[in-house]
């Protein structure tokens, strides 16, 4: 168990540019979470994925961001036409299954600088 | 729409001190989930309570979940600088249905001084 993987760990773009950042959960994880995280704040949550079904998008995403796990395993996060406002940590984590119950798995996150 | 307050949101202390963080709302959670996130990393789970009045100790750690399922408290006894970090509370909500998605306080930010 290696734990969750993401890539890269830091993005520095500008403004205007397309940005794609990857997770890899822990293998036998079917549930996939990708969260927002600005300094000292809590996690924003963003979407979530059971195997390669995508539950849940929140409202506040706009139609910029878009978010695939095409084979149940890996997952893709894209920004479009990036913002300042964009900057921030995207953080995903992974779960063995949905119960309230059970931990998140954190990878250590995505930073993003838009210039 | 449930919410949860975390309070303090920043606190500083000298080693060796006590303090207790609190995580309040007005809805009734299934479970609620505690995590330290240190810079620069993800947050990392350190408990999850379930029952109404349950207490989990983790070391120097005492957590504890409220009666009634609404609030949950951390206190840290003789505080070391390693327990610098953000804490988040995270609760299950009862009334989510099928979409299984935390709710997220917006944490406790902690620096113990040496």
């Known amino acids: 168990d290696t734990g969750v993987s993401q890539n890269p760990r830091h993005k520095i773009t500008k403004r205007g540019q397309n940005v794609t950042f990857r997770c890899d959960p822990i293998?036998?994880?079917?549930?996939l979470y990708w969260y927002r995280q600005t300094l000292g704040q809590g996690p924003e949550f963003l979407t979530y994925?059971?195997?390669?079904?995508?539950?849940?998008k929140s409202r506040l995403l706009s139609d910029r961001f878009s978010a695939e796990r095409p084979k149940g395993s890996f997952s893709t996060l894209e920004i479009q036409r990036t913002e300042q406002g964009d900057s921030a940590m995207y953080l995903c984590?992974?779960?063995?299954?949905?119960?309230?119950?059970?931990?998140?798995?954190f990878g250590n996150g995505t930073r993003l600088t838009v210039t | 729409t449930q919410l949860l307050e975390q309070s303090p949101q920043f606190l500083s202390i000298q080693e060796g001190e006590n303090l207790t963080v609190y995580c309040n709302s007005s809805?009734?959670?299934?479970?609620l989930q505690w995590y330290r996130q240190e810079p620069g990393e993800g947050p990392v789970l350190l408990v999850t309570?379930?029952?109404g009045g349950e207490v989990k100790k983790l070391k120097r750690l005492t957590f504890q979940f409220g009666d009634a399922r609404k609030d949950s408290s951390l206190h840290i006894t003789a505080a070391q600088p390693g327990d610098t970090g953000l804490y988040l509370c995270?609760?299950?909500?009862?009334?989510?249905?099928?979409?299984?998605?935390?709710?997220w306080g917006l944490g406790t930010s902690l620096a113990v001084n040496p």
């Open positions: 995270a609760g299950g909500p009862s009334n989510a249905g099928n979409n299984r998605k935390l709710i």
């Open positions: 994925f059971q195997n390669e079904a995508q539950l849940e």
């Open positions: 309570v379930v029952t």
């Open positions: 809805s009734v959670f299934s479970s």
């Open positions: 984590a992974s779960s063995p299954h949905g119960s309230y119950n059970s931990p998140l798995h």
């Open positions: 293998s036998e994880h079917n549930r």
